[in-house]
């Protein structure tokens, strides 16, 4: 059977999306200028040259089997056309 959800299992804190939206009977100018000020205070980290180069290894994994497949399908098609058309 389901494990049962109880009220302290719910995050009702994290928010996606902002929801103070012009129009809204909950709209609060001032919270969009405390928010924006919030978020950049956090954007503010130090990244070090080993956490950088981790991360443009790590991307380039993520990209190169999407990479080697095109070559190898656009090879595949060149060379059915080649011998297709010869």
Do not use: C, H
């Not at 405390?34 to 991360?55: F, G, I, P």
């Amino acid at each position: 059977m389901a494990k049962k959800r109880s009220d302290n299992d719910l995050d009702m804190t994290t928010s996606f999306a902002d929801m103070n939206v012009d129009g809204f009977k909950w709209y609060n100018p001032k919270a969009k200028k405390r928010s924006n000020q919030d978020d950049l205070k956090k954007v503010k980290t130090k990244v070090t040259r080993k956490e950088y180069w981790a991360m443009v290894r790590g991307a380039f994994a993520a990209i190169a089997p999407f990479i080697l497949i095109s070559i190898v399908v656009f090879s595949l098609v060149f060379l059915l056309a080649y011998f297709w058309l010869k």
